[in-house]
T-cell receptor
């Protein structure tokens, strides 16, 4: 089945710094989603981004489907950005079932 | 506003008991999913449904069942709870062929 790898596994930054999280996947996909799990455990859908670039405030994401990777950019980090970031892709192309990466744990220190 | 809710938020039960976790969404989404999240394993799919009367097994379905009698609800039943089923359970829903998934707040289940 499709493999999803995220890097780095852990990232510790000071408030105000910028960060880039990477998601590699092993097969062609027709959608990719980024999620943020906050320290209270809630999972929030950040982006649905099968290809191209999307921006939402300080966050943006780019997926290059032909090269099988996606990047999540966080600019001017705030302590509230802390948590675990997951990317997920369909288990097979066109399916609704998702396979999740192991996540990147981001810690923003004040 | 549309939302997806889960109940209870926390549950402690004994080994061997039957437990049902509720999931209710007001998005009017056709697709609903149950995941469990464990340290070292990430999020794993238990069961899913693409519409009323449709249910399918995910990668870790043993010991779990679901039923879909209406669009809004997908209850998850643990037939005979085991300690290995101690976990955090998330329900999610989505629309269309490849829509964004939206998650409920989760249920923390402890089996003693």
């Amino acid at each position: 089945g499709i493999q999803v790898e995220q890097s780095p596994p852990d990232l510790i930054l000071q408030e105000g710094a910028n960060s880039t999280l990477r998601c590699n996947f092993s097969d062609s996909v027709n959608n990719l989603q980024w999620f943020h799990q906050n320290p209270w455990g809630q999972l929030i859908n950040l982006f649905y981004i099968p290809s191209g670039t999307k921006q939402n405030g300080r966050l943006s994401a780019t997926t290059v489907a032909t090269e099988r990777y996606s990047l999540l950019y966080i600019s001017s980090s705030q302590t509230t950005d802390s948590g675990v970031y997951f990317c997920a892709v369909p288990i097979i192309q066109g399916a609704q079932k998702l396979v999740f990466g192991q996540g990147t744990r981001l810690t923003i220190n004040p | 506003d549309a939302e997806i809710t889960q109940s209870p938020r926390h549950k402690i039960t004994e080994t061997g008991r039957q437990v049902t976790l509720a999931c209710h969404q007001t998005w009017n989404h056709n697709n609903m999913f149950w995941y469990r999240q464990d340290l070292g394993h990430g999020l794993r799919l238990i069961h899913y449904s693409y519409g009323v009367q449709d249910t399918n097994k995910g990668e870790v379905s043993d010991g779990y069942s679901v039923s879909r009698s209406n669009t809004e609800d997908l209850p998850l039943t643990l037939e005979s709870a085991a300690s290995s089923q101690t976990s955090v359970y998330f329900c999610a829903s989505s629309t269309g062929l490849a829509g964004a998934q939206y998650f409920g707040p989760g249920t923390r289940l402890t089996v003693t």
